[in-house]
């Protein structure tokens, strides 16, 4: 799996806490059963991260997100720590996009399975559903446009760094 993210954390990588406030704010009119709804279906889609066969997720945020304390900057520096912490998981793996680079304006899922009889497919998230792609031309635009990202952003090191300074900064 391959994102690329312009307003917030990806949701795999959130914290409880920060999915909460994800969910309140994207979702203004949802009860508190139904956020707590989400934010469980999150959670359950996160433990295929701990697995032994777990997949490979490669998530490019833009710089800003890591600046955008939703739910206040107590809130934002725990979900930092968080991605310092399972950055350093080996499935895992996370880039900044400095805010001196031009990115595409709307966030990206490739989703790659490495079989040749499953294409690739892009989804992409919009407030009333999504849409999801997979003629090849469009998904290899998608895919050449991730790759380029990826090489345009820090490296995952560099992000590193990035987090905790931002993360300290937060203290």
């Known amino acids: 799996m391959a994102f690329y993210e312009v307003q917030l954390v990806p949701g795999l990588l959130q914290t409880e806490e920060y999915a909460h406030a994800v969910t ?3 979702v203004p009119l949802a009860t508190l059963k139904e956020v707590q709804a989400r934010v469980g ?32 900057a107590g809130l934002m520096r725990r979900q930092l720590e968080h991605l310092i912490q399972i950055s350093h998981s ?3 793996k996370l880039q ?9 304006g709307t966030p990206v899922t490739l989703l790659r399975f490495g079989l040749a009889d499953l294409p690739d497919v892009v989804y992409l998230e919009h407030p009333t559903g999504a849409n999801y792609i997979d003629k090849g031309e469009d998904t290899a635009q998608y895919r050449s446009m991730l790759d380029h990202l990826s090489m ?13 300074k931002t993360a300290f900064s937060m203290r």
């Open 41 to 72: 279906l999150r959670k359950r889609r996160q433990e295929l991260l701990q697995r032994s066969s777990a997949p490979t997720l490669w998530a490019v945020v833009d710089w800003p997100v890591l600046h955008r304390p939703l739910g206040g």
């Open 152 to 164: 345009t952003a820090l490296s995952p090191a560099q992000t590193l760094s990035e987090l905790k």
């Open 96 to 104: 900044v996009l400095p805010p001196d680079c031009l990115a595409i």
């Open 24 to 26: 309140v704010s994207g």
């Open 90 to 92: 080996p499935n895992i």
